[in-house]
Structure formats: structure tokens, C-alpha cells
Nanobody, 123 residues
Framework: VQLQASGGGSVQAGGSLRLSCAAS????????MGWFRQAPGKEREFVAT????????YVADSVKGRFTISRDNAKNTLYLQMNSLKPEDTAVYYC?????????????????WGQGTQVTVSS
């Protein structure tokens, strides 16, 4: 499975960005997916996860109320809508896919990863 993340960029605090993650496989709809981020000098951090059907989502407390994860299985694409961005959201954002239908906040439970897209939020 190949994942291609895009949509990152530089924004001012309070701005918005929408990240996309396109999957190469037709079986995309079978698996749960998630977004993680990694800031310089820090470990990879869970952001959000979604079940294979898209019927259930879970987001980290640090982004709750600001970020929304969604997916379009017809387009083999995962999204992360990020609103009210803060400087502490600055990181490289990675999408990942599991080999299970249920979501997870644990990075080691993801089998495939995209290459990452940089998000920079200035104050």
C-alpha cells in the first residue's frame, strides 16, 4: 500500500489547512486509518483515527474541537481538516493505515505510512 500525503504549508495562528492522504490500493476502504505528527526532537504523536467505514472517529485531546478526520472511500482518500491552528501544531504530519477495521492511537499498530507533509504555524 502506498500513501501520499499532501496539503501542508505555512499559515498564521488561527488559520486552517486541509491535509489529504491518497491511497494506491483499491482495498483502502477495508482498513482503519490515522493521522500522527512529529515535531523536531519529539516522538511521533497521535492526532486522529477513523474506522474503515468512517462511522467512528477519535481525536487527541490536544486537537479536539479544532481538527476533524474524515475519509472518502470512493476516492481512496483520507482527510484532516485543521482549524484554529496554533504554533504548537507545527510538525510533520503522517498518515498511516492499519490492517484492521478499527482505529488506534498507537503508532506501532499501523502497517503502512505516507511520506509526511510539513505544517508550520506562525504566531
Amino acid at each position: 500500500v502506498q500513501l501520499q500525503a499532501s496539503g501542508g504549508g505555512s499559515v498564521q495562528a488561527g488559520g486552517s489547512l486541509r491535509l489529504s492522504c491518497a491511497a494506491s490500493e483499491r482495498g483502502f476502504s477495508m482498513f482503519a486509518m490515522g493521522w500522527f505528527r512529529q515535531a523536531p526532537g519529539k516522538e511521533r504523536e497521535f492526532v486522529a483515527t477513523i474506522t474503515s467505514s468512517g462511522g467512528s472517529t477519535y481525536v487527541a485531546d490536544s486537537v479536539k474541537g479544532r481538527f476533524t478526520i474524515s475519509r472518502d472511500n470512493a476516492k481512496n482518500t483520507l482527510y484532516l481538516q485543521m482549524n484554529s491552528l496554533k504554533p504548537e501544531d507545527t510538525a510533520v504530519y503522517y498518515c498511516g493505515t492499519r490492517t484492521s477495521t478499527t482505529g488506534s492511537s498507537r503508532a506501532w499498530e499501523y502497517a503502512y505510512w505516507g511520506q509526511g507533509t510539513q505544517v508550520t504555524v506562525s504566531s
